[in-house]
Structures are given as structure tokens and as C-alpha cells.
């Protein structure tokens, strides 16, 4: 029988405004701790944003940061296997759930550590209309409670590593507007024909854009190490400049990326020198240039 996500997470019923209120003012204390938020998307599924999300955490736990990682993935969570974190076991203590501790001390809390084995949530509603409208909601409020009841303790970076959607990201600012985003294509018109939209909302927002990650881009020969097309698409560095948003490089495709994300280890730990790792460590870079400037996350609490 599988789990329905009220089974979860309570009763999803009564005194639903109080409950609210009270976890947006937990949602309110925990941020006080955590000095920048940066939420990595794309709208589009299947473009590499988990695989950024947990590359760029090991880039920034081991300049020495104190890193965690939100895996707002609610249904299709990937972020605790490719952190090895996986069926990891959580203590519930009077600050509220700690989280896994994956490699370099990251922190990594999903609803894949609260899930027995394989089971899925479901979403229950009497029709499919309001299971449509019910499914945004409840996932908006798995998420604050996730954010406020997880113990993050002090940390310099939470990445949010968000599903597909073009409606996931305003969802997220809803909650908590992050210090920064990235956004996640793959070269081919599919992807750029939806990611635009995802940048189109953002914008609407005004929400602060890091800039464009491109991956995939290009295929690494795992014997003379050169760089060969992928895809026969545009590249999207011409996306970014239409889009006037920073274009931050091109991640190649690297099997090696697609192994060590099944085996529960960032690829940049082993792979720093590789043109993908290099890819990993250049956005780091531009990720911690661009928060500088940018309040702690306390102060952007709605
Ligand atoms: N640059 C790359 N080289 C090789 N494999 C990659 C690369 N980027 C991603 N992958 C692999 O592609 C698959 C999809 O990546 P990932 O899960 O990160 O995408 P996603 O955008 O998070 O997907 P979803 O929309 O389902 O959340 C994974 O198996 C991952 O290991
Ligand atoms: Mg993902």
C-alpha cells in the first residue's frame, strides 16, 4: 500500500492558518543561521540541475564552507543516492531533524531519508482538479516544513535543488526568496524553448538570477580527453545574451558524471582537473562572487 503524503506529514486539516504561521516563523528562526540560499532550476526535467546542485556543494564544502542541501524534490527525490546519503538514519532532537551528513559534512535533508525503501507519495484529493490545484499547495507546504523543522545549524550555503516546472521556482519564492538562482539547460531548442519561460517568471519576480549553466555541452572522449558536440542545437550562451542574464559556461558530458552521481559521490571530488570538474569549480566561483553583495538569507525571510 502506498504511502499518502498526509500519512507523512500530519493531518493536513485542522487549524491550517495557525500552522502555517508557525512554521513560517520557525522557517524565520532557522534562516537567522544560514548566511546565503541559492536555488538551482530550470523547468525543464532531466537537464542536470541534481547533478549541479550536489557538484557545486562539494566545490563550496571544500573550500572549507558549511554546506547544505534541500532536496525540493518532493516526488522524484534524487539529491540523498547521489550523496550517498541514501536509507542514512535521522535523529529527531528538541531543535527539530537533523540532517544526513553526507561527504565534507554537507547536510542533505529529502523526503527520499523520510520514505521506507522505494514508495511514492501521492497526492489525495476527491477530484483531479483539486488534486491538481492541492498537489502546488502541499508541496509548497512540504517544503516550508522541511526548511523550518530541519536543524541546519550554522551554514554558509543552502542550495535548493528544485524539480522541473516552470511553476516550481515561484513556489520557492513564495517561501523563501533565495539570495540567487541558477538555471540549468542542456543544448537543444527543447530545453531552451522551456527554460526561457522559467526565465521569464523569474524575471517577473525580480528575482536575482546567477546566471545560465549550460551542460551537456559537448562530449569529453574518455581516451584523448578532447571536447566533441553532443548536441546539434544552439549553443545557449546566445539564450543568455537575448535574455541579458550572465552566461556561467559550459558543463561537457561525462560519463564519469552519470557513475559517480549512481554510486553516491560527487564527480568533483575525484575529477577536479577534468574539463567538467574545472566547469564545477568556475561556478562555484561565480556562485560565491555573486552572494557576496547580496544580504543574508535572515533578512530575506517574507
Ligand atoms: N554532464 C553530465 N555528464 C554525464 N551525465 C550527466 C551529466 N549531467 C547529468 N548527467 C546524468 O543525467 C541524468 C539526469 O541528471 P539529473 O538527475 O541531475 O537531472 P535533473 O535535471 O535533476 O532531473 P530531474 O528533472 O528529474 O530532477 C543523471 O543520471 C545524471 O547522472
Ligand atoms: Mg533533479
Request: glycine share 10%; hydrophobic share 45%.
Amino acid at each position: 500500500m502506498p504511502k499518502r503524503y498526509k500519512d507523512i506529514v500530519g493531518d493536513a486539516g485542522s487549524n491550517v492558518v495557525a500552522q502555517l504561521q508557525e512554521h513560517q516563523e520557525r522557517l524565520a528562526a532557522r534562516l537567522h543561521r544560514i548566511s546565503h540560499t541559492v536555488a538551482v532550476m530550470s523547468g525543464k526535467g532531466g537537464v542536470g540541475k541534481t547533478v549541479v546542485t550536489v557538484n557545486l556543494a562539494a566545490v563550496l564544502a571544500r573550500e572549507g564552507y558549511a554546506v547544505g542541501v534541500l532536496d525540493a524534490d518532493i516526488n522524484g527525490p534524487s539529491v540523498a543516492k547521489m550523496m550517498g546519503v541514501r536509507g542514512a538514519s535521522f535523529a529527531m532532537g528538541e531543535r527539530g531533524v537533523s540532517p544526513a551528513r553526507g561527504l565534507l559534512g554537507i547536510k542533505v535533508m529529502s523526503m527520499d531519508l523520510l520514505l521506507p525503501g522505494d514508495a511514492p507519495v501521492m497526492w489525495e484529493a476527491s477530484t483531479k482538479q483539486d488534486a491538481f490545484v492541492w498537489r502546488g499547495m502541499a508541496e509548497v507546504n512540504a517544503l516550508r516544513e522541511f526548511l523550518a523543522d530541519t536543524d541546519w545549524g550554522e551554514l554558509d550555503f543552502l542550495l535548493i535543488d528544485l524539480p522541473p516546472g516552470t511553476d516550481r521556482f515561484p513556489n520557492l519564492v513564495q517561501l523563501l526568496p533565495p539570495s540567487g538562482a541558477l538555471i540549468v539547460t542542456i543544448p537543444s531548442e527543447v530545453s531552451h524553448l522551456v527554460v526561457k519561460r522559467s526565465i521569464a517568471v523569474a524575471k517577473e519576480l525580480k528575482a536575482p538570477l546567477i546566471g545560465l549553466v549550460e551542460n551537456m555541452a559537448g562530449y569529453v572522449c574518455p581516451t584523448c580527453g578532447s571536447v566533441g558536440a553532443l548536441f546539434e542545437g544552439k549553443g545557449a550562451e546566445g539564450m543568455a545574451a537575448e535574455l541579458d542574464i550572465p552566461y556561467l559556461g559550459r558543463i561537457p558530458f561525462d560519463p564519469r558524471i552519470a557513475t559517480s552521481s549512481d554510486e553516491g559521490r560527487p564527480f568533483f571530488l575525484d575529477c577536479r582537473e577534468s574539463p567538467a570538474g574545472r566547469a564545477f569549480a568556475c561556478l562555484g566561483e561565480e556562485v560565491r562572487r555573486f552572494v557576496k553583495s547580496k544580504p543574508p538569507a535572515k533578512e530575506r525571510v517574507p
